[in-house]
């Protein structure tokens, strides 16, 4: 959603060397590219002084190919760091170091708040505002432990400019007024605000983000390990907000809050990209730093003196009903005080270390812990974590029997010493570094993001970010140590974890009376805020609710905001030139990029063929077929060959909806084309099938295919224990995940009936899949699933069914058709003909410039009924994700650029306003899909069955016409700024290959955006989505709920 917080953060910090991807560049190749970032940024010298700075260090880091400059203000003494690098995609950030001292979560509303408005631009939500005025790549605010930072990102440079001054404006100069501190942190209202006799309840966005946030049983247990862990300074408290701690927070103390740490002498800037360092430094002087003084600032966090002898706590948590077996939810792990981050070295070694303790099932923590099946997973925390100022090292797990607590314990114990005595094979390092060669040359799309995440923490204890970047130096000190001493690794792990007593085991059982007593807690706290307020009090708390609800239904004059126009988007696209041939008789498509060297084969396999009956088996079929061993290999030395030759070698489950019609399923197949059928165009489709996704560095391709065609031609399905363990890990995986993405299941399921895609999508990926793994886990015995395997791979690994896509150089993707020739050679004997389960077939070519050449094969569900349900799944949050879907158009259709628009502009002119702001949701809105479906959502919502009428009034507003030019085009730049936003090279092309939406198509689109007019909003408000007219469906995740209980028109599932 909008804000992420801590976990996601801390989730991104817990992978760190993954963060870090390079992005890609545009116009030359990396050395050039390199060496033109680089002879701009040498026009800098140490000692040079700009604009209020003093540069203090110049530095090049070839392995990113990039410059690094840092900087001083010299009055105030704000950080800076630039990263020249020649890429268009830019990025800014700010952060301050923000230490609280209680669990208020008094940076995290001040988080939210500082984003309600500023000195320059007083109008309310400027940053939500903004999201409409530009054509960013990314805008967000993160709160950590210890920091909170404000990123963005954006290809345009006068984009860039806007965003800095609103940015600038906020942080520095916020408004901070009463009420956007009722709004977005907590008050006491009326239940319903116009009636003063309805009770009085709690109310605010982060109040209730944060009773959200705690019903993820692994975000809960994150929290109390890090708190306890270091119990003596601010990471004992929560920095995000205790539920009923916020309540204590008063306005003066946020205030406060924000004098003494939103100051230049607490800040870090950090730039990236193409556009030149000296503007940016012009613009911070002028419009910031040059108006304040230098302050001594109160923000250091000391260490955390260690433990004389290792501790022990325990803490409850809600029982979970998804979860993969009731009589197994105990947590257990146990977690180790490491060094401080900013040592470089020594984090990085530790990392690495970890790495090799844990990942992969050559680890000795994932031989000892999760083989013998003790657990479900690992703790929702393990290995390195260096998101605090020491760092630490966790090892446990999750789904584990209360009473094999101590079971778990003596494994620890045990497996800690033989990692001493035997050490690690050599091999296993090789591997290890290998990953992590192909994790530097693989190019992500928002590489300045990845690298303002990967140095924050570091930074923000006075670490330095520059040597933090010079990973090739790491990894030389890295070799050194390892060759002067073989023991290197060994004493690490005798030191840190053996020798360590500042150790916590931190064990968390499910307590049925859990969430009652957090009610009760919640009453009572209520109780007393209600009993100590005066009868004018309480008349003041009604008129402020009721001020409250006028401002918010204000309409509001964001004039004082600049803004990009709808002319400063490109009219036309960049094309990608995609070559189509063929290998060994399969399709393949090639495109040329410039990806450092690796190669990115893909491959689509359909899955028409299938039985019906086998179909919920897919997604579990996919997550195992890479991971049980194939030919001579067992599952330990399979995963050795893939992390010694590959980068990763995946396969998932893909229902993609044909961009034309709604209710035709693809074939893939090497047929040619029947020309009667090739311009059937009438018929719905729908693209269902398993992607095969993998990569490697050039020189790897031939054993990264050899390793494929050995899961084609012989996997292992002989191991039932083997299974046990994938299938607990994702059903775990799958059970955790509820709390955190409920609108994609709310909206999977809404649109579950109204086309064959929603159908398959809910059997895939929604809570149907959820449920049947849970089933599945539940098995005592699972050989009649490790039946059904080799079923589905007749049908699915078939070269028959399949096409292929390679992303690579010109010269990796001319050697890889040689490649991929002999593989096609090697698993020619598993070619098999079977007849596609529905009978209706036509075909269509995969080149639309060629319709004689390849092509692919779908199949159509002429028969197909939309229907109505509405669905509603009792979970045990405190909290609702409401969604309801309507059947449309799909992206070929000329209605689908004005469906877009109108949902992007209700979602910021309407649906925001009354779901968030009114409603007290952490987010809510519309949006459109290209299979055709315009679904509502809302997120964290308090609310249920109310948030359906907000929707429905949603669709009167639209229909009333109450939107200026203005929306329109501020609609219009939010969804450009996402149709342009970078693509890394690995997934150019990727639109046609898989969804067969090509460029043309796309400029057709980009047209039709261009021309909506208010005419074509009103009308397809009113055609589509109507009551009367609409087909649509509905579905609800929450706790227990009387209204819907009573009511028959719903399904309790
Ligand atoms: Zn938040």
Not at 40 to 48: I, L
Not at 143 to 148: I, K, N, Q, R
Not at 1031 to 1050: C, F, H, Q
Request: hydrophobic fraction near 35%; glycine fraction near 6%.
């Amino acid at each position: 959603m909008f804000r992420q917080t801590k976990t996601v953060l801390a989730k991104l910090q817990n992978v760190r060397l993954k963060g870090l991807h390079l992005s890609w560049r545009r116009r030359s190749t990396a050395a050039a590219a390199a060496a033109a970032a680089g002879e701009k940024a040498h026009q800098y010298t140490a000692g040079q002084q700009i604009h209020g700075f003093t540069v203090k260090e110049v530095v090049a880091v070839p392995e990113l190919f990039l410059t690094a400059i840092k900087l001083t203000h010299d009055r105030t003494g704000a950080q800076y760091l630039h990263a020249a690098r020649d890429d268009p995609n830019n990025l800014f950030s700010v952060q301050f170091r923000t230490t609280p001292m209680d669990s208020t979560g008094v940076p995290h509303i001040l988080e939210h708040t500082v984003l309600c408005g500023s000195q320059k631009y007083p109008c309310r939500d400027p940053f939500f505002k903004m999201l409409n005025r530009s054509l960013c790549t990314f805008m967000n605010a993160f709160t950590a432990s210890d920091y909170t930072m404000y990123p963005f990102s954006t290809q345009n440079a006068k984009d860039f400019q806007n965003l800095l001054s609103v940015y600038l404006d906020a942080v520095f100069f916020p408004c901070l007024r009463e009420q956007d501190f009722w709004q977005e942190g907590w008050r006491l209202e009326n239940e319903d605000p116009a009636d003063a006799s309805s009770p009085l309840v709690f109310k605010g966005v982060v109040f209730n983000e944060m009773k959200g946030a705690f019903s993820d049983n692994e975000r809960l247990y994150a929290q109390h390990l890090q708190n306890k862990l270091y119990p003596d300074h601010t990471y004992s408290v929560v920095s995000g907000g205790e539920p009923l701690a916020i309540p204590d927070l008063t306005w003066e103390q946020l205030k406060d809050f924000h004098a003494t740490h939103y100051h230049p002498s607490n800040a870090m800037f950090f730039t990236y990209g193409d556009l030149p360092l000296e503007q940016h430094l012009k613009q911070i002087e002028q419009e910031a730093l040059s108006k304040f003084e230098r302050i001594q600032t109160n923000t250091r966090v000391p260490s955390q003196p260690p433990w004389a002898s290792p501790r022990e706590e325990r803490v409850t948590c809600s029982p979970d009903a998804m979860a993969p077996d009731a009589a197994r939810q105990s947590t257990l792990c146990v977690s180790y005080k490491l060094g401080d981050i900013t040592d470089t070295f020594e984090a990085f070694t530790l990392s690495l270390l970890s790495a090799l303790m844990t990942s992969g099932p050559n680890a000795p923590f994932y031989k000892a812990l999760i083989e013998p099946k003790i657990g479900t997973d690992f703790s929702s925390v393990v290995g390195y974590d260096g998101s605090t100022k020491e760092a630490s090292f966790s090892i446990g797990l999750q789904g584990i029997a209360e009473c094999d607590a101590d079971k778990v314990k003596n494994i620890i114990r045990q497996t800690v010493d033989s990692i001493i005595e035997s050490g690690f094979e050599d091999e296993r390092i090789e591997a290890l570094l290998h990953k992590t060669e192909i994790q530097i040359k693989h190019q992500s799309s928002n590489f300045g993001l990845s690298l303002a995440s990967y140095i924050a923490s570091s930074w923000n204890h006075d670490g330095d970010p520059v040597e933090l970047l010079q990973i090739n130096n790491s990894i030389r000190e890295f070799r050194r140590a390892l060759q002067e001493n073989p023991r290197f690794l060994q004493d690490k792990v005798q030191h840190y974890l053996k020798e360590n007593s500042h150790r916590l085991t931190l064990s968390m059982s499910p307590d049925d009376s859990y969430l009652d007593k957090q009610v009760s807690a919640e009453e009572r706290k209520l109780r007393e805020k209600i009993a100590a307020l005066s009868d004018s009090d309480k008349k003041d708390i009604y008129e402020k609710g009721l001020r409250l609800l006028a401002a918010q239904s204000e309409t509001q004059d964001a004039s004082c905001l600049p803004t990009l126009k709808v002319s400063d988007i490109a009219p036309t696209l960049a094309a990608t030139p995609l070559h189509m041939t063929k290998a060994g008789g399969v399709p393949l498509q090639l495109c040329e990029q410039p990806t450092n060297g690796l190669v990115y084969f893909r491959a689509m396999c359909s899955l028409n063929t299938l039985p019906e009956d086998l179909k919920l088996y897919v997604p579990l079929f996919c997550s195992v077929i890479t991971k049980m061993g194939c030919g001579s290999l067992d599952y330990r030395q399979q995963a050795q060959q893939m992390e010694l030759k590959t980068g990763d070698m995946s396969v998932s489950p893909q229902v993609i909806p044909d961009c034309a019609h709604m209710d035709v399923f693809e074939q893939v197949g090497s047929d040619s084309l029947d020309p009667k059928l090739g311009h059937c165009r009438l018929i719905p489709t729908v693209c269902q099938g398993v992607l095969l996704s993998s990569s490697c560095l050039e020189r790897n391709l031939a054993d990264m295919l050899q390793l494929w065609a050995e899961i084609f031609n012989s996997p292992r399905f002989d191991d039932p224990e083997r299974l046990r363990v994938l299938v607990m890990m994702s059903a775990q995986e799958l059970a955790n995940g509820i709390s955190y993405a409920g609108h994609v299941y709310a909206m999977t399921r809404a649109g579950h009936l109204l086309t064959p895609a929603g159908e398959l999508l809910e059997t895939f990926d929604g809570m149907d899949q959820v449920r049947f793994m849970k089933r599945i886990a539940e098995m005592s015995d699972l050989t009649p699933v490790l039946r059904m395997l080799p079923r589905i791979k007749k049908h699915l690994l078939n070269p028959e069914n399949m096409r292929c896509a390679v992303n690579a150089t010109p010269q990796g993707a001319s050697e890889s058709v040689l490649h991929l020739e002999n593989f096609m050679t090697d698993v020619a004997g598993k070619r098999k003909r079977f007849k596609a389960v529905r009978p209706n077939v036509i075909q269509r070519p995969l080149d639309v410039n060629n319709i004689s050449g390849a092509c692919k094969t779908l199949v159509a569900d002429s028969n197909f009924q939309p229907c109505h349900m509405k669905t509603f799944f009792q979970l045990p949050f405190p909290v609702n994700f409401v969604s309801e879907s309507i059947r449309t158009v799909p992206y070929s259709h000329k209605d689908y650029a004005s469906l877009c628009v109108l949902a992007r502009m209700m979602t910021a002119k309407f649906l925001h306003g009354e779901i968030r702001e009114k409603g007290g949701a952490y987010g809510g809105g519309a949006k459109m899909a290209g299979g055709g479906l315009f679904s509502f959502y809302s997120y964290r919502d308090p609310n249920s069955v109310q948030t359906l009428s907000a929707f429905g009034k949603g669709v009167d507003w639209a229909k009333s016409g109450k939107f200026s030019q203005q929306d329109i085009d501020e609609a219009k730049l939010s969804i450009f700024s996402a149709v342009d936003s970078p693509v890394a090279p690995s997934s150019k092309g990727m639109s046609v290959f898989l969804s067969g939406i090509t460029d043309e198509m796309k400029q057709r689109h980009r047209e039709r955006l261009f021309d909506v007019t208010r005419g074509n909003l009103l009308d397809v408000a009113e055609r589509y989505l109507s009551v009367g007219s609409k087909t649509y469906g509905v579905s609800i995740l929450g706790p227990e709920n009387d209204a819907i209980k009573k009511d028959p028109s719903w399904v309790v599932k």
